[in-house]
């Protein structure tokens, strides 16, 4: 779908939303989105994801709320399925995956977002949760990680918009800079996690989203597991070659 762009740039995976006006999200272009990221999970040359929309009215205005409307009750539990894998896919994303969310993020875009383990946003940004406005509950799961539940709950019940500042404020964003400067940013951020063991992403990756909601001393004995699993890594012996000797680390994926 031409919609759901995948370029790639070394070892880097760029997805782009373009969808004008706004990148609103159909039934379609969710189904497209999650293809997209499950490919990239077989795609061993790729170390991470940048997540982005063309564009400068929106990163993603949310469902495509016509169609969505048209739908009958016997159609919601498949629809919402789907839309369950969308954010599923990119959470789960083999590799890190940072967005790059360059105008206002609203609804399912905000969750688009927040599915995403890094946030970079631009000036412009915003954030919300605007379902209350339609009649809808969402989005109170993925951003609930991020924020703090005063912040998640002004969202939900008000649905108006924060700014790009707040969002930062609050934790539910890592960087804000300015429209010119939020892909050199994130393809700055990316080629940094680019440069790193794909074994040790993929690892790190599954580790951190499996000890998220566990108990510290539970999760880090899981944690062991996964770094005892991972230093027997060919690319894991190479790393500490390449500190002994002082030279940048040539790793294998293995």
């Known amino acids: 779908m031409k919609e759901i762009q995948l370029e790639k740039q070394g070892k880097i995976a760029v997805v782009t939303l373009d969808s004008p006006p706004v990148n ?3 039934l379609a272009r969710y189904e497209a989105i999650t293809e997209t ?3 990239i999970n077989g795609m061993d040359d790729i170390n991470v994801v940048v997540f982005t ?3 400068t009215k929106a990163f993603c205005a949310g469902l495509e709320l ?3 409307l048209a739908a009958t009750p016997e159609e919601d539990p498949g629809r919402a ?4 894998a969308t954010f599923r896919a990119i959470r789960h994303c083999a590799v890190p995956v940072i967005a790059a969310v360059n105008g206002p993020a609203l609804g399912a875009g905000s969750v688009l977002a927040s599915s995403s383990d890094i946030r970079v946003a631009s000036e412009k940004a915003t954030f919300s949760m605007p379902e209350i406005n339609v009649g809808r509950c969402g989005g109170g799961a993925h951003t609930g990680r991020l924020v703090p539940q005063g912040s998640l709950r ?10 790009a500042w707040e969002a930062h404020r609050v934790g539910f964003v890592e960087r804000v800079v300015t429209p010119r400067q939020l892909m050199p940013t994130a393809m700055d951020m990316a080629n940094v996690i680019a440069s790193k063991s794909r074994v040790g992403l993929v690892t790190m990756k599954e580790a951190l989203n499996r000890i998220e909601n566990m108990p510290v001393d539970e999760g880090y004995e899981l944690e062991q ?4 699993k991972l230093m027997h890594s060919e690319d894991a012996r190479e790393a500490v070659r390449a500190v002994v000797e002082k030279r940048a680390p040539v790793f294998k994926g293995r």
């Open 53 to 55: 929309a063309k564009g």
């Open 81 to 84: 399925k789907v839309v369950r």
């Open 24 to 26: 609103a999200l159909t």
């Open 37 to 39: 990221f499950e490919a």
């Open 66 to 68: 016509k169609e969505f």
């Open 225 to 228: 597991q996964y770094s005892t």
């Open 154 to 163: 002004y969202m939900a019940f008000t649905g108006e918009q924060i700014s």
